[in-house]
T-cell receptor, first 111, second 115 residues
Framework: QKEVEQNSGPLSVPEGAIASLNCTYS??????FFWYRQYSGKSPELIMF????GDKEDGRFTAQLNKASQYVSLLIRDSQPSDSATYLC???????????FGSGTRLQVQP | GAVVSQHPSWVICKSGTSVKIECRSL??????MFWYRQFPKQSLMLMAT?????????EQGVEKDKFLINHASLTLSTLTVTSAHPEDSSFYIC???????????FGAGTRLSVL
C-alpha cells in the first residue's frame, strides 16, 4: 500500500464548477497535510496546509481533513481554466521531516 | 510565502561531467533542506535530507558518492551530480523547511539533460 494515494485523473470539470480532489494516507500518526499545485514543467506551489480535523478555507480553496478516515481533500470553487494543473497531496509521515507525495491528480477545467 | 532560489534552472551537460545545483533560502533560515527528483509523469521522490553543518541523510537507493550534498550555511545547500549519465536526466527540486511554520517551500527546479 502506498503511503499517500491519489487518483491520477484526469479530472475534468467545466469552468465555474467545483473541483473535488481526494487523497488517502496510510500512516495514522501523520499530523501535517499539504496540497501543492504543479504546472507542467514547473516546481510545486503550496496552496493549502491543514493540521486539524475539519475544514480550512482560503479564498476559492477549502481543505478538508478527516483523520479517523485518513482522508484529506481539496475543493476548488468557481474553477477557472488557469486552475488546470496537477495537484499533489503531501503528508509528513510519523518520524520523518520530508514530505511524502502522492502521485498527483491532473485537473482539467474546460472553458 | 517564503522564497527559495534554485539555479541553474536548466542545464545540459556531456556524459561523465559533474553538475552543481544551488538552493538558497532568501528570507528565512533553513536548517534543513530537501532534495527531490521528478521523472516525467511521476511524482516527486525524496533523494536526501540536507542538514546545516552535518552530513546529509540519503534515501535508500540514492548513491551518496554520486549525489554530493553540502549544506555549509543556514541559507545554502548544494547538490552536485558527479559523473552524470543520461539516466540522471531529470527534474531536480530543492525545498527549504521553515520549521517554525512546519512548511516547505520549493525552489523553481533544475532540469538536467545529460547527453
Amino acid at each position: 500500500q502506498k503511503e499517500v494515494e491519489q487518483n491520477s485523473g484526469p479530472l475534468s470539470v467545466p469552468e465555474g464548477a467545483i473541483a473535488s480532489l481526494n487523497c488517502t494516507y496510510s500512516d495514522r500518526g501523520s499530523q501535517s497535510f499539504f496540497w501543492y499545485r504543479q504546472y507542467s514543467g514547473k516546481s510545486p506551489e503550496l496552496i493549502m496546509f491543514i493540521y486539524s480535523n475539519g475544514d480550512k478555507e482560503d479564498g476559492r480553496f477549502t481543505a478538508q481533513l478527516n483523520k479517523a478516515s485518513q482522508y484529506v481533500s481539496l475543493l476548488i470553487r468557481d474553477s477557472q481554466p488557469s486552475d488546470s494543473a496537477t495537484y499533489l497531496c503531501a503528508v509528513i509521515v510519523t518520524g520523518r521531516r520530508a514530505l511524502t507525495f502522492g502521485s498527483g491528480t491532473r485537473l482539467q477545467v474546460q472553458p | 510565502g517564503a522564497v527559495v532560489s534554485q539555479h541553474p534552472s536548466w542545464v545540459i551537460c556531456k556524459s561523465g561531467t559533474s553538475v552543481k545545483i544551488e538552493c538558497r533560502s532568501l528570507d528565512f533560515q533553513a536548517t534543513t533542506m530537501f532534495w527531490y527528483r521528478q521523472f516525467p509523469k511521476q511524482s516527486l521522490m525524496l533523494m536526501a535530507t540536507s542538514n546545516e553543518g552535518s552530513k546529509a541523510t540519503y534515501e535508500q537507493g540514492v548513491e551518496k558518492d554520486k549525489f554530493l550534498i553540502n549544506h555549509a550555511s543556514l541559507t545554502l545547500s548544494t547538490l552536485t551530480v558527479t559523473s552524470a549519465h543520461p539516466e540522471d536526466s531529470s527534474f531536480y527540486i530543492c525545498s527549504g523547511a521553515d520549521l517554525a511554520k512546519n512548511i516547505q517551500y520549493f525552489g523553481a527546479g533544475t532540469r538536467l539533460s545529460v547527453l
